[in-house]
């Protein structure tokens, strides 16, 4: 367990260090992990955090108005960059290609919005999780091992990434944090891309997207899982209105973890799945059939790229 009053302390001298006089750009998705990262860095440099949201048209359904209520007195910069993710996202399949072409995509939109601003440093929520991940090769993260090799930043500071997904959750109450920021479930940095298995395109994570918020609805406030989501994992045939479609399969998938680094399925009620499913099929025009699945972690990842 993280002393807590402690590692707000260091990291706040951590930060003031690395940063210098200089100003910070944040990468500001509204996740607990940066929210903690830029309630520390408020704390350490004031108004020379450069907070960012960048909609990169991956997000979840509502999530930059969303952002924009909760994090406005940051003095929020919101950045536009849909048509850029899609763009290098075309034509690619390989899960490993499509994150490390977000995370440079990532990067580059910081380095334009840093010269903007004068910031010559950006500020990460990278975590532990994710760096056993990357440096064993499970998967690359978009703030880890998606990261282009050279970039045109002073510095990447990075003042969780010794702590698990539970502890950072700690220091968000001990910030003084929202409960909803503090208890928000964990949402991948390349965002519904890897909820998308093959090409990503706006139809597809439009579908996802559509999903994923009928899952959270049915599931956040009742079961509380670590995480719970949809994905589009492929398709196959069914029959709407009397009409054979050949459609999208959409797994459904919700576990309970406390670090992220094992997980195990939720056993939900079957009426709550095929009330789901229901949904899902008769809401979103393609999708012609729903799956649930029940694979731990290991042998399956929670996300599935």
């Known amino acids: 367990m993280v002393n807590v009053q402690k590692f707000i302390e260091k990291a706040i001298v951590q930060i003031q260090k690395e940063a210098g006089d200089d100003k910070v750009v944040m990468a500001l998705s509204g996740g607990v992990d940066s929210s903690v990262c830029a309630a520390l860095a408020a704390r350490a440099i004031g108004d020379r955090l450069v907070p960012i949201y960048v909609d990169t048209g991956l997000m979840r359904k509502g999530e930059t108005d969303r952002i924009r209520t909760l994090f406005g007195d940051l003095n929020l910069h919101i950045v536009d960059a849909a048509d850029e993710f899609f763009a290098v996202l075309a034509g690619l399949t390989d899960p490993e290609e ?8 990532f990067v580059r939109v910081f380095e ?21 991940e990357s440096e064993g090769g499970i998967k690359s993260h978009h703030n880890v091992g998606g990261m282009p090799l050279h970039m045109e930043f002073k510095s990447v500071i990075e003042p969780i990434a010794d702590l698990y997904k539970d502890e950072v959750r ?35 994570v439009e579908a996802v997207r ?13 079961f509380r899982p670590w995480q719970c989501f949809a994905a589009l994992v492929g398709q196959g045939t069914g029959v709407k209105g009397d009409v054979r479609l050949h459609g999208w399969i959409v797994a459904v998938r919700a576990v309970f ?19 789901m499913a229901s949904r899902i099929t008769s ?6 059939r729903v799956v649930y699945d029940v694979t731990p972690k290991p042998p399956a990842t929670i996300e599935y790229e």
């Open 98 to 105: 499509k994150r490390k072409a977000i995370g440079e995509m």
């Open 210 to 222: 559509e999903a994923n918020a009928i899952v959270e609805e049915y599931l956040v406030e009742e």
């Open 283 to 288: 809401e979103i025009p393609g999708v012609a």
């Open 257 to 275: 973890s406390r670090d992220g680094m094992t997980a195990d399925p939720l056993l939900l009620p079957y009426e709550v799945l095929t009330s």
């Open 112 to 132: 334009r919005e840093a010269k903007r601003t004068g910031a010559s440093h950006l500020l990460q929520g990278t975590i532990y999780p994710d760096r056993i």
């Open 170 to 204: 700690e220091v968000a109450g001990g910030l003084d944090l929202p409960l909803e920021i503090q208890h928000r479930m964990p949402f991948p940095g390349p965002g519904l891309a890897v909820r998308v298995i093959g090409e990503v395109t706006r139809e597809k």
